[in-house]
């Protein structure tokens, strides 16, 4: 079983749509990460949380927004979905920091 | 800014063919650089971690280096099970939290 699971794997939505992406963890990790990878551009970060109480915004979090609802569960959403936005997403965890990142499969976006 | 550079973009290696991934980086106190190897479909798997010049590391068939401006992922004798994508990525103390900065990655495809 994988550690950080994300779902959906792939999603096909519509432009102004509100959709989520979920991700759940079991390895215990306070600190978890949502990055978008595109071709050319490499991972960049949208928001991560050090623990339930403390969300943060990365570089690129503009029209996404977070929910931490437990330690293990972090979820991604798209308020209203705009074709850039289509892109692979993935979660990902750390026990600390300078520790590396465990990240899940992904999940593919297209914004139609 | 906080930069990291991956060259080759690509590389096609015949079975046996050892070479080297550069990973130059440009950041303002480095807290540890990473390797990562990506699979088509999947996300970025844990690999290694330097944290000064001079360190290296060693799994398997491949060997990381570091130096004050770029790192070194050699690969001896490589096998097909080897094809991926080799991501880079460094750790510096910005903006008051640990920010992480990825390079765009090289993609390695060892033909039989």
């Known amino acids: 079983d994988a550690d950080v699971t994300q779902t959906p794997r792939n999603r096909i939505t519509k432009t102004g749509k509100r959709i989520m992406l979920e991700c759940s963890q079991t390895?215990?990790?306070?600190?978890m990460y949502w990055y978008r990878q595109d071709p050319g551009l490499g991972l960049r970060l949208i928001y991560y949380s050090f623990d339930v109480k403390d969300i943060n915004k990365g570089e690129i979090s503009d029209g996404y927004s977070v929910s931490r609802q437990a330690q293990a569960k972090f979820s991604l959403s798209l308020e209203s979905a705009i074709p850039n936005q289509t892109a692979l997403y993935f979660c990902?965890?750390?026990?600390?920091?300078?520790?590396?990142?465990?990240f899940g499969n992904g999940t593919r976006l297209t914004v139609t | 800014e906080d930069q990291v550079t991956q060259s080759p973009e690509a590389l096609r290696l015949q079975e046996g063919e050892s070479s080297s991934l550069n990973c130059s980086y440009t950041?303002?106190?480095?807290?540890?650089l990473f390797w990562y190897r990506q699979d088509p479909g999947k996300g970025p798997e844990f690999l290694f971690t330097l944290y000064s010049a001079g360190e290296e590391k060693e799994k398997e068939r491949l060997k990381a280096t570091l130096t004050k401006k770029e790192s070194f992922l050699h690969i001896t004798a490589p096998k097909p099970e080897d094809s991926a994508t080799y991501l880079c990525?460094?750790?510096?103390?910005?903006?008051?939290?640990?920010?992480?900065?990825f390079g765009t990655g090289t993609k390695l495809q060892v033909i039989p």
């Open positions: 990525a460094v750790q510096a103390y910005s903006g008051g939290y640990q920010k992480v900065t």
């Open positions: 390895k215990g990790h306070d600190r």
């Open positions: 990902a965890t750390s026990p600390r920091a300078n520790s590396p990142l465990h």
């Open positions: 950041v303002s106190g480095l807290r540890g």
